[in-house]
């Protein structure tokens, strides 16, 4: 079966299946911003010129600054903008869960002012939040949706049974975990969202730059493409499931070109069975 080009979130939201991620737009450590804010906007439009219609966010990168570098360089129509609530930063830059409702509601204002827009295309809950119930967490996106200020509810770092939870609660349109060539500890969740064509936001999808565990056999497949270790990572991404939605994310213009080329990349059968299906 040929690699579709697209994905329909929510069954009805059409975009090309290979995002950007923008938290490596923020400065250091994901804090505060970045030295040269000209380059993160010019990153942003390349983006979008070169037909990536997909770009993930949060209101804790940064926090705030890649959300409102995304308000300041796109139009609203420009792209799908996905975000997320959720996780607080402390002093130090740790992640916090925090799925409190009031918070929630507290941050999809904050969200909606940022990217300069009504309503939010898809909003995520960043990681589920021991010290609050996950279905009064999941209750107030679908209320939030209810209230028109989101259009589409996505769920991220969810096992299958919190997936199956949350379906209960509110249609759920992606699913987004951490997943790579390298890293496939979460094949089930995908499996479940391949089989509830809910879209699989695949997050570290080139591990940060480094694919090394499994380095050879990308290298060898990579050879027959002229293309990069990157590059063949993310093509096996596209090809191993029809629902999967990479967000490679880069401060560069150059590594941004490189990754968005990776969608013209046609795998073998046989390099996909190589590469290990
Ligand atoms: N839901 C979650 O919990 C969660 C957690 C983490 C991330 N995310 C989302 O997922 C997106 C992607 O994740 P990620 O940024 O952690 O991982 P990634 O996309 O796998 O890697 C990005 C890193 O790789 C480097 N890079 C990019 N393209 C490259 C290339 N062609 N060659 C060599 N190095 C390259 C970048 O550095 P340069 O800037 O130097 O290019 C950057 O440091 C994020 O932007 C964010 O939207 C979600």
């Known amino acids: ?3 579709p080009d697209t994905f329909d979130i929510g069954g009805e939201l059409t975009v090309n299946r290979l995002g950007f991620g923008a938290m490596r737009l923020c400065g250091e450590g994901i804090i ?10 010019e990153v942003l439009q390349r983006a979008v010129d070169l037909g990536v219609d997909f770009i993930d966010t949060a209101d804790s990168y940064g926090p705030g600054v890649s959300e409102r570098l995304i308000g300041e360089a796109l139009d609203p129509e420009d792209a799908v903008v996905a975000t997320k609530a959720g996780l607080l930063r402390n002093r130090s830059g740790e992640w916090l869960p925090h799925g409190d409702p009031d918070y929630i509601r507290n941050q999809v204002l904050c969200s909606l002012d940022r990217l300069r827009t009504d309503s939010i295309d898809l909003y995520q809950f ?3 939040d021991p010290d609050t ?14 209230d028109g200020l989101v259009d589409h509810v996505g769920l991220s770092n969810v096992s299958v049974e919190q997936l199956d939870e949350a379906r ?13 060539f390298a890293h496939r500890d979460d094949e089930d969740v995908l499996q479940a969202c391949e089989d509830y064509d809910v879209g699989f936001i695949p997050w570290y999808p080139i591990g940060a730059g480094d694919l090394g565990e499994k380095g050879e056999v990308l ?3 990579a050879a027959n493409h002229d293309a990069s270790r990157m590059q063949i990572g993310l093509a096996w991404l596209l090809q191993h499931s029809p629902v999967t939605l990479p967000i490679p994310g880069t401060s560069s213009v150059e590594h941004l070109e490189e990754n968005v080329a990776a ?3 046609e795998l073998t059968d046989e390099e996909m069975r190589r590469l290990g299906a």
């Open 133 to 146: 119930p996950f279905a009064d967490s999941v209750n107030t996106f679908a209320e939030l949706q209810d």
């Open 263 to 265: 969608r013209d990349i």
């Open 219 to 221: 290298d060898s497949v």
């Open 32 to 41: 505060g911003p970045p030295d040269d804010e000209a380059n993160a906007h």
């Open 1 to 3: 079966m040929a690699t």
């Open 126 to 128: 960043h990681r589920p």
């Open 168 to 180: 209960e609660l509110v249609d759920v349109a992606t699913v987004q975990n951490r997943y790579n």
